[in-house]
């Protein structure tokens, strides 16, 4: 098949003090992959800009006045942010930005060929996402020429690893933001898709949808608590619990085959 084409970026660059954006900006501009470039003077900026327009990658100073970078990360959620790379003139923050899962960290001054690596390892995992991406389509188009063909494992790919996880291990499933976690054998599994399509292309004998948040394998529930006003707790048999909402509690009697 026919790789798709080199990302195109929109870059967000985020810093208290002109020059230092500046800089930045005068070396993005030599990119021919970097088809928009926009600036950011505080870490409330940076929020509103991040959950507001699509970005890909945010050059983001550590240290700001009101909300750091660090602080943004912790408003926007290390799920949510797009490429991060930290830049700043003091290193003690090295280890933080890593732990919240920054792509790269810039020390002030850094050169043109230090920012050209860091540029390079945001355009491999670029590729690599969009190649990612463009196999999720191939597989869905495949599997949505089965009609009626329920998926019966998912396909996890991690850090360079491919993960096959099979739908009958899976316990219950939650939404994170606009992707989902699996919840297997008591771990978490980040998985990109919507709670929606999983609910479209799983075994509707099997899972069942109890919350606009929440997906659950009718195999692993162990009972169900009352909670009030037609609510229920679904307990399942690892301990873990999630809410079956009114909104949803007719597809659970549904497949139960009688009310609750």
């Known amino acids: 098949m026919v790789a798709p084409p080199p990302e195109r970026m929109r870059v967000l660059v985020v810093d208290d003090e002109a020059p230092a954006r500046q800089r930045l900006v005068d070396l993005l501009r030599r990119d021919s992959q970097v088809t928009a470039i ?28 009101e909300l750091d970078g660090l602080g943004v990360v912790d408003a926007v959620g290390a799920a949510n942010m797009p490429l991060t790379i930290f830049v700043t003139a003091y290193d003690q923050h090295a280890i933080r930005a890593f732990e919240v899962n920054a792509l790269d960290y810039l020390l002030k001054p850094f050169s043109d060929e230090r920012f050209e690596a860091a540029m390079n390892r945001v355009k491999a995992r ?7 991406e463009f196999g999720q389509r191939i597989m869905k188009m495949a ?56 609910a479209e292309r799983l075994d509707p004998k099997r899972f069942v949808r109890v ?4 997906i659950v394998n009718v195999e692993s529930i162990l009972h169900l608590e009352p909670i009030s006003h037609g609510e229920f707790d679904v307990v399942l048999k690892n301990g873990s619990r999630t809410r079956v909402s009114r909104n949803f509690r007719a597809q659970l ?8």
């Not at 670029?126 to 990612?132: A, G, K, P, Q, V």
């Open 211 to 214: 919350h606009r948040s929440a």
């Open 38 to 65: 926009v600036e950011a003077a505080d870490g409330l900026a940076a929020v509103q800009t991040i959950q507001e327009q699509a970005t890909d990658l945010v050059f983001l100073d550590v240290q700001m006045p």
């Open 253 to 260: 009697e549904n497949r139960l085959g009688q009310p609750l």
């Open 143 to 198: 599997s949505t020429a089965q009609a009626g063909q329920c998926w019966d494992r998912l396909v996890v790919k991690s850090a360079g690893t491919t993960r096959f996880i099979r739908a009958v291990d899976i316990d219950w499933i939650e939404a994170a933001g606009v992707y989902v976690n699996l919840h297997v054998a008591g771990k978490e599994v980040l998985y990109r898709a919507s709670l929606h399509e999983l």
């Open 126 to 132: 670029l590729d690599e996402r969009s190649m990612h």
